[in-house]
């Protein structure tokens, strides 16, 4: 069912199928009391959060552990006018459990910069909203 503007909004099982299928995203947090966004690349645990890989020494490990953040993704086509958008709103923490943080090392998101201490930051689904658009005017 679409909605008055024409997005149909997806359930979390959707949103999480769709959030599988992309390698980046951006993630939404406070910085010196303004709104910030990184992108960043990610990957989903088996519990549906949001796993983060960087270093230990980021400005996004201090800004971002023990906060609630808000990550989202997308992919559109401009040429059928379509895609879709997902957003993953929770709590953001430093993965400090030694045999957690070890079996992240093997499965988790691999960084596509070059890291020194490699620290994961797990953002929970708490809230999973995403809206989907199909071309409304049958163009593409």
Not at 38 to 46: Q, R, T, Y
Not at 49 to 70: E, I, K, M, P, Q
Request: hydrophobic share 40%; net charge negative; charged share 25%.
């Amino acid at each position: 069912m679409l909605e008055k503007d024409g997005f149909r909004p997806l359930d979390r099982q959707e949103c999480l199928r769709l959030l599988a299928k992309v390698p980046v995203g951006r993630v939404v947090y406070t910085r010196q009391a303004l709104p910030a966004v990184l992108p960043v690349n990610f990957a989903l645990d088996a519990d549906a959060s949001v796993l983060l890989r960087t270093s230990a020494r980021s400005d996004l490990v201090r800004a971002v552990d023990g906060f609630v953040v808000a990550f989202e993704a997308d992919e559109f086509d401009a040429v059928s006018r379509s895609g879709w958008s997902v957003v993953v709103t929770g709590r953001a923490t430093v993965v400090t459990d030694p045999g957690e943080h070890e079996r992240l090392l093997r499965t988790g998101p691999r960084s596509w910069m070059p890291i020194h201490e490699d620290v994961f930051v797990r953002i929970e689904s708490e809230m999973v909203t995403g809206r989907e658009l199909t071309d409304p005017h049958g163009t593409g």
